[in-house]
């Protein structure tokens, strides 16, 4: 079957770093998103990762390595309006996105 | 950069109604539109995957005759949520993926919620 693993909950302090990871398996890789998800909104994306290596936007930085179906999420200067849920999603062969359950983001003070 | 636009935002029905939720890509052509639900602390759920000019792809479980999804034109894509439930309300979120400058990227709507009375 295909999956999608990452914690379900993760707490950092503000201005540290936070590294969220995703693994995954599944039939065929076409690309890796994360999105970003406030409590009631809709996911805003924040990264799109095809190929192996890290990719860079400011604070978030998202990095792939396809051999190990591994990636993760770097946020760096957490502020408190990064706590969200942050979801990994895998393109799989069929250009079929699959889902991970989502992490939590807690920031404290 | 690309931008899809839901509407509308709230809505409140009363059992038994119809309700439609409307999907567009505001700056792009969207060949593919995606429908999701979403129960309150639970993780996105793709209820269908639409084609424009065809019709819908539905997920397992997913009633085709409860949840209409129509994708006539390259920008728009309805879902109509018919005789409407109170177990029905959740909230609705599109998305869209086409040929723009953003690649391959997949935007989503602002989403929908839908509260059945």
């Known amino acids: 079957g295909q999956n999608i693993d990452q914690p379900t909950e993760m707490t950092a302090t503000e201005g540290a770093i936070v590294q969220i990871n995703c693994t995954y398996q599944t039939s065929g890789f076409n690309g890796l998103f994360w999105y970003q998800q406030h409590a009631g909104e809709a996911p805003t994306f924040l990264s799109y990762?095809?190929l192996d290596g890290l990719e860079e936007k400011g604070r978030f930085s998202s990095f792939l390595s396809r051999s190990k179906g591994y990636s993760y999420l770097l946020l760096k200067e957490l502020q408190m309006k990064d706590s969200a849920s942050y979801l990994c999603?895998?393109?799989?062969?069929?250009?079929?996105?699959?889902w991970g359950a989502g992490t939590k983001l807690i920031i404290k003070p | 950069g690309a931008v899809v636009s839901q509407h509308p935002s709230w809505v409140i029905c009363k059992s038994g109604t119809s309700v439609k939720i409307e999907c567009r890509s505001l700056d792009f052509q969207a060949t593919t539109m995606f429908w999701y639900r979403q129960f309150p602390k639970q993780s996105l759920m793709l209820m269908a995957t639409?084609?424009?000019?065809?019709?819908?792809?539905?997920e397992q479980g997913v009633e085709k005759d409860k949840f209409l999804i129509n994708h006539a034109s390259l920008t728009l894509s309805t879902l109509t949520v018919t005789s409407a439930h109170p177990e029905d309300s959740s909230f609705y979120i599109c998305?869209?993926?086409?040929?723009?400058?953003?690649?391959?990227?997949?935007?989503f709507g602002e989403g929908s919620w839908l509260t059945v009375v």
């Open positions: 998305s869209a993926s086409g040929d723009s400058d953003s690649g391959n990227t997949i935007y």
């Open positions: 990762n095809v």
């Open positions: 639409s084609n424009e000019g065809s019709k819908a792809t539905y």
């Open positions: 999603a895998v393109k799989d062969s069929n250009y079929q996105l699959i």
